[in-house]
C-alpha cells in the first residue's frame, strides 16, 4: 500500500501529514499548480523552494478527532496527570459509580476496594459492589466509551453527572498499561454472572470487546471492575486512604471496606441502615434556561400547544403562569400555538416574557442532604474530637439549580484541650491522647482542615481554587474565639466540613475538584459556617473557662494532701482522720465547681 | 406518538425520564415483577411504594452524549462562563484562526474585527482576514463541528490545537441569542466568494447548513466569520483591547484593524514585513510515549519491519539506535519483527527497552520564537517605557515536547523615573509624561504587570494559576535592585513578558489559561527572566546613580545664580560679567557628569 493513500488514523497520521517528507511536499506542489485538482501523481520537478499551505492542502488534512483522544492527550483535565493522582482519580471514579447505582436501586452499598501491586508503578484497582449490576448489552459502552451515561441529561443530584470517569479510568489503564478492563457483573439471582474483557478503541470512542462469558461469582448481584494501571500508592492527606476515610463521613449507610497494597485491611461500617432518600428527577426551571436551548425544545417538544409546552417540559409553570407569558410576549403567540411551528424570532419574545415573569423557585425536595444528625454520627466515627456542631441550610437556588449546603465541624483533638466532662460531673483528662486521626483534625497551632464534598464526594484536590475555602476564608472567626490571619484559614485544632449537594454541581474542570463560586453558593456556605461557628463560640469560650478552672482546682488538688498533713501535725489527728478531712476537702472542692 | 416511546432528544429526556411521572413509575414496577422482559404495558394496581430502579431499567435511561452537549452545558470550561469573557474569548478564537491559517499560507496576515452592538446585552463579532480562505465542503465542519481540524494530531507549533474553539463561539452564539453563524470566503482570485449560514445541531454535533451561495466580495482570499452572541464590552486588563494590543506585541508581522463598538477604528501597524519562519511538524519523541500508545502505533503502521517502524514513526530514532532498542527488548524481536504481529508482552518489553535506551533530545527548529530584536521591537511600539531588554533561550524539551521561552522587560514609565539621555549626553526630563500604555506597564510603587503568551497568544485569565507567574515570583528580583515582598510579584513601574513557543503548550484547561508548571519549563522561564534581570538590575543601578546625580546638578543648579549675584556682588560685576560666569559654571556642572 502506498504511504500517502493509507488511512489517517491516528497513530500514523503524524507521519502522513509530515511536511518534511519529500512525497507528501511534491504532492503538495502538484496540487497548487492544478488549482486544487486531488490528483496525488508526483511530478518530481527540480527542488524548487518549499511552497506552503493553500486552502486546498488545508483541507485535507482536517480530520474529526475522537473525544477519547481528545481527552487522552488532554488526560490532566479528568485527572489523570499524575501517576499519584490516577489511582485517587480510578478509584474514587469506581466507588461513585457504585454507589450511584446502589442508591438508584434502593440497596444498600457494600463497596469493596483492593489495590494489588504488579509491578515497580503499576498498580491492579478492583472494586466490587452489591449494586443491581450492569446489563450485558450495556457493559460495552458504560466501560468502554466517553461519554455515555444516563446522568448528563436529567436534573437530578448524582455522584456522576457527565458519563466519562469510569471509562477515562478504563482508557488511562490501557493507555499506560495496554491491559484490558475486566468487569464482572450480575443483574440478580436468577441471571448469570458475566465476566468482560474490553478496551476502547480512542480513535472511534467504541468499546472493543475481547471476551464476554458466563463465569461463576458468589454474588446476587453487582458489578466488579478491575483496572491495570501505572499509578503510585501512597497514605497522607490526598490519598486513596483520605479519600475512602471522607467517603465513610459522607455516606453513613455505606459499609467500605479496603484492603491496602501491603494487604492490610481496613472496614468502615455503616453507622445507619436507612438509604438517603431517593432523589427526585426535576425539570429545568424556566428562569434558567437559554434562548437556543428554549429553541431546541420548542422544535423536539411533542406538547401541541404553547401552552402545554411551557407546563410540561418547565418546572413552577402552571396555567395561570403560562398564560401570562404568552400575553406578554405578543408576537401573535397563543397558547394554542403549535410549539413546532415558532420561529426564532417568537422565541425569542418568549424567552425575554419568560424572564420578566415572576415565577416560584424551583422545588427543592430533589435535593437529599446527610443531615445535621447523620452528619455528626459521621464526624464521631471518623475524627476523634471534643466537640462536635453540625447544620443543614435550607435549600436554596443558583442560576435555577437548586442546591443546599450543609456545615460540620469538629474541634479540639484530644490531647490538644484535652478535657471531658464525665458523667458524674468530674473533670477527667482524656485516657487515649493518640490521636488516630490527626491528619484530619490538625493540632493546635495549625490551620482548620478543610473537609470538601460535592453530593457525598469528597474533593482532595484544587481546594485554594474552591468556593467552599473561599467561604471559610471570608467568614469571621476571631468572632468565634479562634485566631485566623488576615486572608486566610481559622488556626485550630480543627476540622471544618462542607457538603453541597445540587442538581447540577457547579464544577471548575472535568476533573471535578472545585466547586465554582457563584454567589448564592457563596453566601449559603458562609451563613452555614457562621451557624456553627456561634454554637463553636460559646464552646470554646466555654471551654477557656473550664481549663481555667480546672487549672485552679488542679492547683488546689495538688495542696490539698499537704493541708491534710499540716492539720494533721497541728491538730495532732490520726492518719483515717486526716484521710477523711482530705477526701472531704476533695468533695467539696468538687461541688464547687460551676458549670 | 405515545410519550414513552418517543425519541429521547436533548430537550425532553428529562420529562421521559420523569419518575415522578405516573406511567413510567408503573411501567417501572411491571418491569421488575416480569423479571426484566420489556413489557411496558401498565398494570394500574394499587398504589404500593414507588420501587427504585432496576439493571434493566437503569440501563433504557442510558445514552450517548454529544460533545457539544457536553460543552455547552459546561461552557465555562471554553471560556464562555460569563459576557465579559465571552466576547473574549470568541474574538480570540477567530483571530487565532486567522493568523494560524495565514501563517500556514505564508501570507503576511491582516486582520480586523469589528464588534457592533445590537441589543442591551447583545453584539456582533466579525472577524474579517485575507488568509488562503476555507473551501466549501469544510465550511460546514470547521465552523459547525466541535473537535474538527489539522492541528490536534500533528506535532507543530501552531495557535490552535484542539479543533474546539471557533465551533464553541458559534455554539455559544447560538445558545444565546438563537442566531446561526455567518461566514464568507474565498479560496483565490479565480474562485467565487460563498456565503454560508450555518448553525451547529449540539444533539449530533453536526453543522446545519441553512444557506450556502456566491456572493459578491471585494478581496482575492480570505475569510470573515461574523457571530452575535450576548456579551458585555468593556475595556481594561482583561478586555478585547487589551487582548488585541498584546496580540499586536507578539505578532509584529500582523496588520490589526479593531474597529470597537462605539466606532473607533485602532490600527495596529505591522512592525516587520516578514512572516516568521515556517514552523515544521516533527515526529513523537520514543521517550515521550506510553506503552498504549505504542501498541496502537504498531498496529496502524504501514512499515513492515520494527527496525523500519521505530525509525520512521519517532524522531532520533537512526538504525543503530533502533537495532540497540530491539536487543535490549528480548523476547524474541528482530529487526525484521512484523509490526502489526507483535503482542502486548513484546510491545511491553520494547516499550522499557526504549525508556531506558539513551537518545538524542527531539530537534528543535519545530519551533518560531519571536526572537530577541522583535520582541523589543513589539514592545517599544505598544508600551512606552525607558529601558527595553529581551532574552530567548535556547530550545528545551519536556515530556518530549520541544519548548521555546522567550522574555522581555519593558521597565520605567515615563514620568515614573522620567528621565533621558539626550543625544548631546544633556539629562533632561521627558517632554510627553501622559502614559498612552498605563495598564501595560504601571506605576513605580505598582506590582509589577505580567504579559503571557503561548505561542504568540496573550493569556488573559488565570494568572495565578500559571507557571509564568511562578517563575517571576520565585525569581529574585532584589538582587536586581528591585522591591519584592515575600512570594509575590516585584514592584516598579515595569511589564515583564513571557513567551512560550512548543509544539504542544500543556495548558491547565481548554480554555487554554494557564501553562501547566513542568518543572523544565519553570527553570527555562527562570533562566530567562534571570538574564533578562541582570541586564534590568544594571540600568538600574546606573539610573539610580542618574538620579542622585541629577538630585545634585538640580540643586546646585539651583543656587547657580544665587552664587552669580553673590559673586557679582563681592567683585562688583557687571550683568553680563555675572552671566558669564553663571553660564561656565552650569557648564562645568554638566562636563563633571560621570556616566
Known sequence: MPRATKRPSAATQSLFDNENDDTVARKTRTKKKAGGAADAKGTGGSPAPRKRATAQSMAERQREISVS???????????????????????????????????????LPEIRIALTQTAENRYRMAVEDNGPGVIDSQIGKIFGKLLYGSKFHKLSQS??????????????GQLTTGKPVRIVS???????????????????????????????WD????????????????????????????????????????????????????STKELPPETIEIRPHPHGIELGRLIAMLKETTARSLSGFLREEFSRVGPMVAKRIIKAAGKGLTEK??????????????????QKEKISSPPTDCIAPI?????????????????????????????????????GIAYGKPGGIGLEVTDEGRIAKRKDSKAATEDL??????????????????????????????????????????????????????????????????FTSESKEAIAAYPEILKEI??????????????????????????????????????????????????????????????????????
Open 69 to 107: 483522544e481528545f481527552f487522552t492527550k488532554n488526560r490532566h483535565l479528568l485527572g489523570f496527570d499524575s501517576p499519584l493522582k490516577a489511582l485517587l482519580t480510578a478509584v474514587k471514579e469506581a466507588v461513585d459509580n457504585s454507589l450511584d447505582a446502589c442508591e438508584e436501586a434502593g440497596i
Open 159 to 172: 455522584r456522576g453527572q457527565q458519563g466519562i470517569g469510569i471509562s477515562a479510568a478504563g482508557m488511562y
Open 186 to 216: 450480575r443483574t440478580g439471582k436468577r441471571k448469570d454472572p458475566v465476566e468482560f474483557l474490553l478496551s476502547i478503541d480512542t480513535a472511534k470512542n467504541k468499546p472493543e470487546i475481547h471476551k464476554s462469558e458466563v463465569v461463576e
Open 219 to 270: 454474588k446476587d448481584h453487582g458489578t466488579l471492575v478491575e483496572i491495570e494501571m501505572e499509578a503510585r500508592y501512597q497514605k497522607g492527606q490526598r490519598s486513596v486512604d483520605m479519600y475512602l476515610k471522607q467517603t465513610a463521613i459522607a455516606n453513613p449507610h455505606l459499609t467500605l471496606t479496603f484492603v491496602d497494597p501491603a494487604g492490610e485491611e481496613v472496614v468502615y461500617p455503616a
Open 337 to 354: 400555538s403549535y410549539p413546532t411551528r415558532i420561529a426564532r424570532e417568537e422565541a425569542s419574545a418568549l424567552h425575554e416574557a419568560i
Open 371 to 407: 443531615g445535621e444528625e447523620l452528619l455528626i454520627s459521621g464526624l464521631k466515627k471518623e475524627l476523634e474530637a471534643d466537640f462536635y456542631v453540625a447544620a443543614t441550610r435550607p435549600a436554596a437556588v443558583y442560576r435555577g439549580n437548586p442546591f443546599q449546603i450543609e456545615v
Open 441 to 506: 483534625v490538625g493540632s493546635a497551632d495549625e490551620t482548620a482542615r478543610v473537609i470538601r464534598f460535592a453530593n457525598r464526594v469528597p474533593l482532595l484536590y484544587q481546594q485554594s481554587a474552591c468556593s467552599i475555602t473561599k467561604g471559610i476564608i471570608q467568614t469571621n472567626w476571631r468572632g468565634y474565639g479562634l485566631q485566623q490571619p488576615r486572608g486566610g484559614l481559622p488556626i485550630g485544632a480543627m476540622a471544618i466540613v462542607v457538603h453541597i449537594a445540587s442538581v447540577w454541581v457547579p
Open 526 to 595: 458562609k451563613l452555614g459556617l457562621q451557624e456553627c461557628g456561634r454554637k463553636l463560640g460559646t464552646y470554646i469560650r466555654k471551654g477557656k473557662r473550664i481549663k481555667r478552672e480546672f487549672e485552679k482546682r488542679s492547683y488546689i488538688e495538688k495542696y490539698i494532701p499537704h493541708i491534710g498533713i499540716a492539720l494533721q501535725e497541728i491538730l495532732d489527728l490520726p492518719d483515717r482522720e486526716r484521710d477523711e478531712v482530705v477526701a472531704t476537702l476533695e468533695d467539696v472542692l468538687h461541688k464547687s465547681r460551676k458549670f
